[in-house]
């Protein structure tokens, strides 16, 4: 059974930058795509960026292109989500999630359907 755990939100001024991150305990990573969702109040949860299992490839969606990077640490079962230039559209709970896929190199940002979640971690972004 594998756990997923987030941390580093909190409150950002416009403009600022959080580093988001996800560990992940229980198994290993091996053959699971991480990706990043977001949920804002009254709005359906994003998918926002995801990254391969083998950590070469990283996909994203248009909101967050230019101001987001994910990357994995597979030693330490880390994965992480630097965002830069924040905005109040990007205040939202954020999640990880695992998605097993044996291919790999591949991950798709537009899936919704992960076999693991974590909890969220709150960003807030205001003046």
């Known amino acids: 059974q594998l756990q997923l755990v987030e941390s580093g939100g909190g409150l950002v001024q416009p403009g600022g930058s959080l580093r988001l991150s996800c560990a992940a305990s229980?198994?290993?990573?091996?053959?699971?795509?991480i990706h990043w969702f977001r949920q804002a109040p009254g709005k359906e949860r994003e998918g926002i960026s995801c990254?391969?299992?083998?950590?070469?490839?990283?996909n994203y969606a248009d909101s967050a292109k230019g101001r987001f990077t994910i990357s994995r640490d597979s030693a330490k079962n880390m994965v992480y989500l630097q965002m830069n230039n924040l905005g109040p559209e990007d205040a939202a709970v954020y999640y990880c999630?695992?998605?097993?896929?044996?291919?790999?190199?591949?991950?798709?940002?537009?899936?919704?359907?992960?076999?693991?979640w974590g909890k969220g971690t709150l960003v807030n972004v205001a003046s």
């Open positions: 999630a695992a998605k097993s896929n044996f291919v790999r190199t591949l991950c798709d940002v537009r899936s919704r359907s992960m076999e693991y």
């Open positions: 229980g198994e290993g990573l091996d053959y699971d795509a």
């Open positions: 990254i391969s299992a083998s950590g070469s490839n990283a």
